[in-house]
């Protein structure tokens, strides 16, 4: 103070808290960066997860769709059969139990949802894409899975036609259903209407399971999209 020299000490402890600042500024913008690094690793593992999930769903979706057809065959060997009062019992053997079969209850994993779901949907930076994530799993998914309950309503009463009309042989898909009276079965109003509705059933199943074949390979291109951005 005595050479006066205030003024340059001054401008050098202005200069050292400028230095220290800057510092700290280029860490946390450091840190900064590496966090959203991390985050952008996270987001692609769980976009990755999703697109594997919805493949898999396509997939399983497609095989019930190739089973459904199949059994669509043998309720058309029992409705002709009903139509002609095909006298012939050994022949339809094979099929009634196809004819029968419920193609329902199909449950789709949303695995690849729940986790983006447990870590919070801020992980995903696209805004459009996250929205279109959500409706998928929470309105068309669902929307979709609720049509397939129309073929539960019935399964009970199903079931004790079955049990008081046929007797069954063998298991999985040898199973048989033999009718206790093949003449009586061309009579009974239900059995008619059971296996007409279980065809006009499976033509609705086939219908919604395309529909939502086709919106979930929508979704998957969308999520492929983003993951090759």
Do not use: C
Not at 45 to 50: A, F, I, K, V, W
Not at 179 to 187: H, M, R, S, V
Not at 197 to 215: A, N, W
């Amino acid at each position: 103070m005595s050479e006066n020299k205030t003024g340059t000490y001054f401008k050098y402890a202005i200069g050292e808290i400028l230095l220290v600042v800057i510092g700290i500024l280029i860490a946390l913008q450091i840190n900064t960066w590496n966090e959203a690094q991390k985050n952008k690793k996270l987001e692609t593992y769980l976009l990755e997860n999703l697109a594997e999930n919805l493949e898999q769903n396509i997939d399983i979706i497609n095989s019930r769709i190739r089973s459904i057809n199949f059994y669509r065959q043998s309720g058309a060997v029992i409705i002709s059969a009903i139509e002609t009062k095909t006298p012939d019992q050994d022949s339809l053997e094979n099929y009634f139990h196809f004819a029968f079969m419920n193609t329902s209850d199909l449950k789709l994993p949303e695995t690849g949802y729940n986790m983006i779901e447990n870590k919070g949907f801020e992980i995903i930076q696209n805004q459009t894409l996250k929205k279109e994530i959500i409706i998928f799993f929470e309105e068309t998914q669902p929307r979709f899975q609720s049509n397939l309950t129309w073929g539960a309503v019935d399964k009970s009463d199903r079931e004790k036609f079955i049990d008081e009309h046929f007797i069954q042989i063998g298991r999985d898909n040898g199973l048989k259903y033999i009718p206790f009276d093949l003449n009586g079965l061309y009579a009974n109003n239900y059995f008619i209407a059971l296996i007409y509705k279980t065809d006009i059933q499976r033509q609705f199943f086939t219908s919604v399971m395309k529909e939502h074949v086709l919106e979930s390979q929508q979704m998957l291109e969308i999520i492929n999209a983003e993951l090759n951005r």
